[in-house]
């Protein structure tokens, strides 16, 4: 199985990043803002919600990690998604991974690219500095 991963340093605190990444209001700030949330569940709609990514909370350890479950998506379903944050200098070392996928596709090498960039805007939100989610619906009407 192929995996994504991305490392990255944060100069915020492990419980600021945790918040960003394990709510959907966290996720509206760095990553999609057609976010809903039901009990334990956050879907994330693309392009007009062609495209939904269904995630579901399998494990959360505040402040250090927490682990999605995807239920939807040709490439995405059964994937997960874990992140890790453990302390460093200065703030918070963040460890991803976007693991279980089948082949490492041309989607799959999309994706990639996709979460390295993710991963700055998260740094961004958390570090305080200007940011936006990369993928908003005013953006994405045609």
Known sequence: ?????????????????????????????????????????????????????????????????????????????GTRIVISLEEGRPGTLLRFTHAGWASESDYFVSCNTTWGELMFRLKAVAEGKPARPLFRVADMAY
């Not at 394990?22 to 996720?27: E, V």
């Not at 495209?51 to 995807?70: A, D, F, I, K, N």
Request: proline share 4%; with cysteine.
């Open 1 to 77: 199985m192929a995996e994504i991963r991305h490392l990255i340093q944060i100069a915020a605190k492990r419980e600021t990043i945790y918040t960003l990444v394990a709510t959907a209001r966290g996720f509206a700030k760095w990553w999609a803002t057609d976010v809903t949330e039901s009990p334990g569940v956050v879907e994330l709609g693309f392009f007009n919600r062609a495209t939904v990514y269904r995630l579901r909370l399998e494990s959360g350890t505040p402040p250090t990690q927490v682990e999605w479950v995807c239920e939807t998506g040709d490439e995405w379903k």
